[in-house]
């Protein structure tokens, strides 16, 4: 459901590609998407909610690459990406089953030895998602990044770039919250902590593979490749780029460099300095608020849309139309209408025999005065 606009859009590129000012659009809408929920990403605690906002993230990436016209690169990451935050979400689940149903990271840690199958494909998948080569997201991720470049769109690759950074960042302070470290376990899921049992632990095996290896069906000509998933979906002919194999191969190697350094910073300030990111969030103050709040985004919406249509609902359509229309002019005014005109006509049935009779001859000689007149 998720990644259904995106095969919209590849699926109809013969018209968006009539339309380069909506191709801009879109691929603008999708950078700045990708680089606001990695600023949420990590600030969250919920283990389930940074995965959640990797996934708007990386879906602001897919649309950044069909939006710069690389439908195939697009389309490339809904693939790759399917395998390594499945296993990512389906890990979660296992590290949440394992701890009774706890899912703040900061209540986890030192999960390594207890889980050692969750935590290997949940590495594995890890590197997936934050670029690190060979693993299939490196791929996909850097074609995206590179088309973005090579036709032009240096704002968006640099916006590109920052999400790029900031994923590895919030995968891997996530990763090391979770399964290095010390523990913080409670004493309720200390004594629950146990491994999966195989029939979850299996599909995160095979999830774990396809993250490292469905990169290779999309390999660049550039890194040696000959990107048989391009040439397979056929879709977008992708621009030719004479003589530049080299800048594109630089560029790969600048972003796994970057991707790499991220890896690496969150990694050693979660698990050697873990009073730091208290401290730069009580310095950030109300940016740190702006990010844990989710820049206001639910309050917003609610003031702006919940708030409105509920009191148009409760003070308007629920007493006026409802209580009053509804139910005081149709049902209940109906039923009123034909009560008092049954209490009228109850009148006429009084029980009386001579009543009857005098009925019946007012009948009679009003017929015979009508038929007269006539």
């Known amino acids: 459901m998720v990644t259904a606009g995106i095969y919209m859009i590849a699926r109809l590129h013969f018209l968006f590609d009539m339309s380069p000012e909506t191709l801009r659009i879109v691929a603008t809408v999708g950078a700045c998407t990708a680089l606001f929920a990695a600023l949420i990403g990590l600030v969250q605690n919920d283990i389930k909610k940074v995965l959640a906002y990797s996934t708007v993230s990386q879906l602001g990436y897919m649309f950044l690459g069909v939006g710069v016209g690389a439908y195939s690169a697009g389309v490339f990451h809904v693939m790759t990406h399917a395998f390594f935050k499945a296993c990512l979400f389906l890990g979660s689940g296992s590290v949440i089953h394992a701890l009774s149903g706890e899912q703040d990271i900061q209540k986890m840690g030192g999960l390594r030895k207890a889980m050692p199958i969750t935590f290997a494909t949940f590495l594995v998948a890890t590197l997936a998602i934050a670029g690190i080569p060979p693993l299939a997201g490196f791929f996909s991720k850097d074609e995206i990044l590179w088309q973005a470049y090579s036709r032009g769109h240096t704002t968006l690759w640099i916006m590109g770039m920052i999400t790029a950074g900031l ?38 095996i095979v999830l774990a593979l396809l993250s490292a290896g469905a990169g290779f069906l ?3 000509h550039a890194l040696g490749g000959h990107n048989w998933f391009q040439g ?6 992708e621009v030719a780029h004479e003589g530049a194999e080299g800048l594109e191969r630089n560029l790969a190697f600048l972003s796994a460099g970057w991707a790499a350094f991220m890896a690496i910073a969150a990694t050693v300030i979660y698990l050697k300095f873990p009073g730091l990111p208290l401290a730069v969030s009580q310095k950030s103050g109300a940016l740190y608020r702006l990010l ?12 702006l849309i919940v708030r409105p249509i509920r009191s148009f609902s409760e003070h308007f359509l629920a007493t006026e139309v409802d209580q009053g229309l509804i139910d005081g002019i ?17 009148v006429l ?13 007012l009948g009679i000689g009003g017929f015979v005065f009508f038929m007269v007149v006539r």
């Open 167 to 204: 994923t590895s960042f919030y995968m891997f302070r996530l990763f090391t919250l979770t399964f290095l470290g010390k523990e913080r376990l409670t004493e309720h899921a200390k004594h629950h902590l146990h491994e999966s049992p195989f029939n979850m632990t299996s599909v995160l």
């Open 218 to 220: 999309g390999v660049p």
């Open 232 to 237: 397979w979906l056929g879709i977008g002919e």
């Open 349 to 361: 049935q009084g029980g009386l025999a001579n009543n009857y009779v005098f009925y019946f001859l």
């Open 330 to 346: 149709l049902v209940n005014g109906s039923a009123r209408l034909v009560a008092w005109f049954g209490g009228l006509v109850s």
């Open 292 to 303: 844990r709040e989710k820049f206001y985004v639910d309050e917003i919406y609610n003031f």
